[in-house]
């Protein structure tokens, strides 16, 4: 006689039942898949983030994210240099579309299934953004990043990344820094700075902590989507995080503004 699967007797632990965030998306920008560089892409440092990712599905978390295009073009240089602003953040949201691709290739490399859905249609290399899409992709348990932003210029990726998060019904958002949270000011250049445990979205806002910019911020509140910001430095730092074990600063409705002493 068959035995029955243990995993579907009412009770049965299953892969991500203890998270506290079962949908998540992550957020970095390309400047951290630069690594060492000053410019472009730096393999190790793609491969290290794609395993980081790895971590967190391994754990049952289901993940979606966001990359900014910095390491390549950035929309606000460009038009500072004399392009005009709109063009400038086509090129930009171009950018985000190399590192998406890049990415991909090293999830799929490490045995993760990846989708890039991108808001500018490129049908010869990507899938278009559909919403119902992305979700279904997410269920099916496959890494979605989404890449062009939201599609229009005079957004950024911080935007695009509290859009998506909200649009894809997102318990959380991740936000991947070279510091392990939020502080008072820039701890590579105020030893004096303090770091904060929790915040309220209003707290980041009214102190001008360079956290998000001030719109992702506003929509990450009315949907009331928690931000944890941690290092994404730290190999293996947002598994831990996910799994509740991770140094990060948490911004919600209910952050006290405590501070942790250095």
Do not use: W
């Not at 998306?25 to 290290?48: C, H, N, Y």
């Not at 890039?116 to 992305?134: D, F, G, H, N, Q």
């Not at 770091?195 to 309220?200: G, T």
């Not at 293996?236 to 209910?254: C, D, M, P, W």
């Amino acid at each position: 006689m068959a035995s029955k699967n243990t995993d579907d007797k009412p009770g049965a632990s299953k892969p991500g039942a203890a998270l506290k965030y079962r949908r998540v998306l992550l957020k970095i920008s390309g400047e951290v898949l630069m690594g060492a560089q000053e410019f472009g892409l730096d393999p190790g440092t793609v491969a290290r983030i794609a395993a980081d990712v790895k971590a967190g599905c391994d754990l049952g978390a289901q993940v979606c994210l966001v990359i900014g295009g910095g390491n390549i073009f950035r929309g606000l240089s460009g038009a500072a240099a004399g392009i005009e602003r709109a063009s400038a953040d086509y090129m930009g949201m171009l950018a985000t579309v190399i590192n998406a691709l890049a990415l991909q290739n090293a999830l799929e490399r490490a045995g993760v299934h990846t989708r890039v859905l991108s808001a500018i249609p490129m049908a010869s290399i990507c899938e278009p953004y559909i919403r119902r899409r992305a979700i279904r992709h997410m269920e099916k348990g496959r890494v979605v990043i989404f890449a062009a932003g939201t599609g229009n210029p005079f957004f950024t990726t911080d935007t695009a990344a509290a859009l998506r998060a909200s649009e894809m019904g997102c318990h959380a958002l991740f936000k991947g820094t070279k510091v392990d949270g939020v502080y008072s000011a820039d701890p590579t250049r105020d030893k004096s700075a303090e770091r904060y445990d929790r915040l309220d979205y209003l707290e980041v806002l009214s102190r001008d902590l360079k956290v998000m910019d001030a719109s992702a911020i506003s929509l990450a509140r009315e949907n009331r989507i928690p931000i944890l910001v941690f290092s994404i430095q730290e190999a293996g730092g947002f598994a831990k995080v996910l799994a509740g074990k991770g140094r990060a600063t948490v911004i919600s409705e209910k952050g006290l503004g405590h501070v942790r002493d250095r």
